[in-house]
């Protein structure tokens, strides 16, 4: 039986992974796709004229096949998922993505079936392992996100020293497009390169607010926009602005640091009763059996687990404290 399994699992994650390989677009194809960027108007798809204003977009491509992108196109949450991409910075596609969550439900629903009787679990199993890739994509996003905040203050700095000297906004924008850290450096670039093709300032800095949804971004946004339509002097704005944000950043600092125990207790109160059932059963095979094959006691693991997780989510309401 064990043979039976560890067979299919090694088969399935192979053929995961070539199907990944295989489908993955080339540096090549991604370096065509960059460039060949498009601009058209909200108002009509595709043309160079008509009401409202200009609105640059990237024209990703969400599958390599034709058909499944103009199927993609349609679907609302393609679109979520390609925007979850641009911000996670990954090479996959969207049609990647849904492949990859297809073959992982698959393999997390059999597999719990292989093991239980009950039809329930096999659906939530395969339905969790069908959100591994989102959630993947959603912390490869976060920890890009943490890295854009933390460098923001010191490129408000960098934007504020420009002005000083006497450069304009869109001078002090490239000054940080050029001077910047990553990823700041070319979401900043970005802006730069769409006032140079004529969007205005306001839709540009719009746009970016938009890719990077980053509260202190918003501030600075804000800012900026408030100092454009009402005058005054955007270097001390810029400066105040600095300072709020590195006081809201360090204000995050303590509160982690205080919450740490807190965090720590969920980790060890859920992974505890987990790991304990697997050392227990491979100490003592069978222990654990009138938890598995008898009715009442699946009952009982199921009642456990969904307990377990509402204790988890209550700890972690608790300790997250938003600033």
Excluded at 184 to 197: I, P
Aim: proline residues 4%; charged residues 20%; glycine residues 10%.
């Amino acid at each position: 039986m064990a043979v039976t399994v560890s067979l299919f699992i090694f088969f399935a994650v192979v053929t995961f992974a070539v199907v990944v390989f295989l489908t993955r677009p080339s540096a090549t194809a991604r370096l065509v796709e960059r460039r060949l960027a498009g601009v058209r108007m909200p108002g009509s798809p595709g043309a160079l004229g008509g009401g409202g204003s200009a609105e640059f977009l990237k024209q990703s491509i969400l599958s390599e096949i034709k058909w499944l992108n103009q199927l993609l196109e349609r679907w609302g949450m393609a679109h979520k998922i390609s925007v979850l991409l641009t911000q996670a910075e990954s090479s996959w596609s969207v049609s990647t993505v849904l492949l990859a969550s297809g073959i992982l439900g698959a393999m997390g629903f059999f597999i719990a079936r292989f093991w239980l009787v009950d039809l329930i679990p096999g659906l939530i199993a395969g339905t969790l392992a069908a959100t591994l890739p989102i959630l993947v994509l959603r912390a490869k996003g976060a920890r890009r996100l943490n890295k854009f905040n933390q460098k923001l203050p010191d490129a408000l700095d960098l934007m504020a020293r420009a002005l000083r000297a006497g450069h304009s906004v869109g001078a002090a924008i490239e000054i940080v497009a050029q001077e910047g850290g990553e990823p700041l450096r070319s979401e900043f670039k970005e802006v730069y390169k769409q006032q140079s093709f004529g969007l205005p300032q306001r839709d540009a800095l719009l746009q970016l607010g938009r890719r990077v949804p980053s509260a202190d971004l918003q501030i600075v946004i804000t800012a900026m926009l408030v100092q454009k339509e009402t005058g005054g002097n955007l270097v001390d704005i810029l400066e105040r602005t600095t300072a709020v944000l590195r006081d809201r950043m360090r204000i995050q600092g303590e509160l982690r640091v205080r919450t740490a125990q807190g965090r720590l207790t969920g980790w060890i109160l859920c992974l505890l009763p987990v790991v304990m059932f697997f050392l227990i059963n491979a100490a003592n095979p069978g222990y654990a059996d009138v938890l598995v094959h008898d009715p009442v006691g699946r009952k009982l693991t199921y009642a456990g687990i969904g307990m377990m997780a509402l204790g988890g989510l209550l700890i972690r309401k608790i300790v997250r404290i938003k600033v």
